[in-house]
């Protein structure tokens, strides 16, 4: 599959070149022959909400104040309310600290944790789905066609997916048209960076489609619906329990999407088939990635 370069659409688009995200290491092929390929960075970031310690999160070091303001919101941790009063990271120490008008404790929230299933050791704190609560999903509209460019465009963008495998992406979009694209070691992480990006710059989410590389746990439909975003997609398959709270919350769900392939499995009365599936090329078995995802 044909790279393309213009990334001119994009807000924000992925830099396989950027300083620090991959390094070159040598080894040897199957037939023994030398060889140096990019491998992805990982490092920890820990995460502070004012004086407070949270969480200590493999990443590969890029836009930490999204990823930390992100996973805080995403956490129940910062309010829609919440005065943002100052955003410290610290490269050499490798924190980060979220300052907030608001006074912060919590202890016992940090007690409760529940392990998810998603790589780099996802985590869930045990009252997140009570964040759920009075969460409302606008009914909008998902075009076919739309999910044909969204995927088209995604898959042929220049990334560290596609230059040395090993990491997942996740895309803000808006009709067919992706906005922010965020790769991470972890979905979760790639997740809570496009939602730092919100808070951060006041982006509604009503019209807006999330697309990830990364599987439809139930932690993944959790943070996109406390997102505010009514329609998540995936090139990858689904977990029977992120399919019922999808389909509890009215967001609508698609997974396994290759080429003219698609699965829904919440949301079909949203959907609207404008694009022959016929007219659309299938997808290479792969993307010609260098590495291994």
Not at 108 to 120: D, F, I, N, Y
Not at 186 to 197: E, L, M, P, T
Request: charged letters at 25%; a negative charge.
């Amino acid at each position: 599959m044909a790279r393309d370069t213009d990334t001119s659409d994009y807000l924000i688009a992925p830099d396989p070149g950027a300083r620090r995200l991959t390094r070159a290491v040598g080894g040897t092929d199957h037939t023994g022959a030398a060889l140096d390929i990019n491998v992805v960075e990982e490092r920890p970031l820990t995460i502070f909400l004012n004086a407070q310690e949270i969480v200590t999160a493999m990443t590969i070091g890029d836009y930490p104040d999204y990823l930390a303001l992100g996973f805080l919101r995403n956490q129940g941790m910062l309010r829609a309310d919440d005065e943002i009063t100052g955003t410290d990271y610290d490269e050499e120490l490798e924190t980060i600290v979220i300052r907030t008008a608001r006074q912060t404790d919590y202890e016992e929230k940090l007690k409760r944790k529940t392990r998810t299933s998603g790589c780099a050791v996802g985590t869930v704190f045990g009252d997140m789905m009570e964040g759920l609560d009075g969460v409302t999903l606008p009914p909008a509209p998902l075009r076919t066609s739309w999910l044909y460019a969204l995927s088209a465009k995604i898959n042929r963008t220049p990334s560290l997916y596609l230059d040395a495998g090993a990491i997942h992406g996740t895309v803000l979009c808006q009709g067919d048209r992706p906005l922010v694209y965020m790769e991470d070691v972890g979905r979760h992480n790639a997740v809570d960076k496009i939602a730092g990006w919100m808070l951060s710059t006041g982006a509604t989410p009503e019209d807006k489609i999330l697309y990830t590389t990364g599987r439809l746990t139930s932690e993944m439909v959790i943070k996109t619906a406390m997102m505010g975003i009514p329609a998540l997609v995936s090139r990858s398959g689904f977990t029977a329990w992120g399919v019922e709270i999808a389909q509890s919350l009215g967001l609508t769900l698609i997974g396994r999407l290759k080429g003219r392939r698609f699965v829904c499995l919440a949301g079909e009365d949203r959907l609207i088939r404008d694009a022959d599936p016929n007219a659309i090329a299938e997808e290479p078995r792969r993307a010609g990635r260098k590495g291994a995802a």
